[in-house]
C-alpha cells in the first residue's frame, strides 16, 4: 500500500491529453510539501519528469505539465504520442520521520 | 553532470545481509544532496529506503528501520546500503539516487538483487 495513491492505469489515443492523479494526505501533500513526477520507460530507470509541481527540467517536453491543490496533485500529457508509454509515478515528502514518499505508479498506455 | 553506478552481489542467501554501494562521480560528495536507496521488487513500484546527508544525518523508511543502515565515504566518493536478514520479499531492483532538495533528480540504472537459497 503506498503513501501516495496513483490510478493503476490510464490510456489514451496519440494526440489526445491524459491526466494522472496522485492524492496524498494531510502529512504529506497536504502538509505543504511538494510533489514531483517521475517518467520510466520499460526496463529503464526512473527519470525526473516534473519537479516542485509544475517544473520541467530541461529537456522535458512543453507538453508534460503538473498542479498540485491542497492534498492532490496532477500530471498532465497533452499530444500523447507513442514513445510516452511509460510509467508514471509522484513523490512527496512526509517529514523527517516518515521520509520521502511515492505512489503505486500509473501506467500509461497509448492506443 | 553527477553520474551514480551501483555495485554489489546479484544474489544473497536468506537471512544474511544485503550491501550494495553507490560510486559518484562527475560531482562532490559532499555537496548539499541527499544520497539515498529506492527499491523495486519485480513489476512493482518504488519504495524509498534510506536517505544519507554528507554530513551523516540519516533518514529510513520506518517500514524498513530496524534492518536497514545508510552510510557516507567521503574519501571514496562513495555511499553504502546495509538491509540485514533479508527475504525473498527484498528482491528487487535497487537505485542509488541523489536529491536536489526533495526530489531526486539523478538516478543509477538500478542492480537486480535476488534473494535466494
Known amino acids: 500500500q503506498s503513501v501516495l495513491t496513483q490510478p493503476p492505469s490510464v490510456s489514451g489515443a496519440p494526440g489526445q491529453r491524459v491526466t494522472i492523479s496522485c492524492t496524498g494526505s494531510?502529512?504529506?501533500?497536504?502538509?505543504?510539501?511538494?510533489v514531483h513526477w517521475y517518467q520510466q520507460l520499460p526496463g529503464t530507470a526512473p527519470k525526473l519528469l516534473i519537479y516542485?509541481?509544475?517544473n520541467r527540467p530541461s529537456g522535458v517536453p512543453d507538453r508534460f505539465s503538473g498542479s498540485k491543490s491542497g492534498t492532490s496533485a496532477s500530471l498532465a500529457i497533452t499530444g500523447l504520442q507513442a514513445e510516452d508509454e511509460a510509467d508514471y509515478y509522484c513523490?512527496?515528502?512526509?517529514?523527517?520521520?516518515?521520509?520521502?514518499?511515492f505512489g503505486g505508479g500509473t501506467k500509461l498506455t497509448v492506443l | 553532470q553527477l553520474q551514480l553506478q551501483e555495485s554489489g552481489p546479484g544474489l544473497v542467501k536468506p537471512s544474511e545481509t544485503l550491501s550494495l554501494t553507490c560510486t559518484v562521480s562527475g560531482g562532490s560528495i559532499s555537496s548539499s544532496y541527499y544520497w539515498g536507496w529506492i527499491r523495486q521488487p519485480p513489476g512493482e513500484g518504488l519504495e524509498w529506503i534510506a536517505n544519507i546527508y554528507h554530513s551523516g544525518n540519516t533518514y529510513y523508511n520506518p517500514s524498513l528501520r530496524s534492518r536497514v543502515t545508510i552510510s557516507v565515504d567521503t574519501s571514496k566518493k562513495q555511499f553504502s546500503l546495509n538491509l540485514t536478514s533479508v527475504t525473498a520479499a527484498d528482491t528487487a531492483i535497487y537505485y542509488c539516487?541523489?536529491?536536489?532538495?526533495?526530489?531526486?533528480?539523478?538516478w543509477g540504472r538500478g542492480t537486480l538483487v535476488t534473494v535466494s537459497s
Open positions: 513523490q512527496s515528502y512526509a517529514g523527517s520521520l516518515s521520509g520521502w514518499v
Open positions: 494531510s502529512s504529506n501533500t497536504g502538509a505543504g510539501y511538494d
Open positions: 539516487a541523489s536529491t536536489v532538495g526533495s526530489y531526486y533528480a539523478y
Open positions: 516542485g509541481n509544475n
